[in-house]
Nanobody, 123 residues
Framework: QVQLVESGGGLVEAGGSLRLSCVASGLPFSNYALGWVRQAPGKEREFVALINWTGIFQTYGEPVKGRFTISRDNAKNTAYLQMNSLKPEDTAIYYC????????????????WGQGTQVTVSS
């Protein structure tokens, strides 16, 4: 059974930082691209970042460029999202997603999803 388990969310003041983790099990981790997607109340899911199988390639959504960094540790079956200079508009549930195809992670059709972790940024 494949599981993606996110952690690291919480409440932080604007300008602060958080690091999210996504631990995967039940899948060949190094064969999957990983991504983060967020959903704020009343809004559609929004692409945040993705990373390819080796970690060499990353791409980011425009709202988070220069503030967020995605990384992965294949030895630990874990992906990370370092979030700096957080803004109130970053408040959302953050979901980890995994798919063999990098391109799919820009969409809502990734093969596997985690349950999400809440990030709340106060002004």
């Amino acid at each position: 059974q494949v599981q993606l388990v996110e952690s690291g969310g919480g409440l932080v003041e604007a300008g602060g930082s958080l690091r999210l983790s996504c631990v995967a099990s039940g899948l060949p981790f190094s064969n999957y691209a990983l991504g983060w997607v967020r959903q704020a109340p009343g809004k559609e899911r929004e692409f945040v970042a993705l990373i390819n199988w080796t970690g060499i390639f990353q791409t980011y959504g425009e709202p988070v460029k220069g503030r967020f960094t995605i990384s992965r540790d294949n030895a630990k079956n874990t992906a990370y999202l370092q979030m700096n200079s957080l803004k109130p508009e970053d408040t959302a549930i953050y979901y980890c997603a995994a798919d063999p195809s990098v391109g799919v992670l820009h969409t809502a059709h990734a093969e596997y999803w985690g349950q999400g972790t809440q990030v709340t940024v106060s002004s």
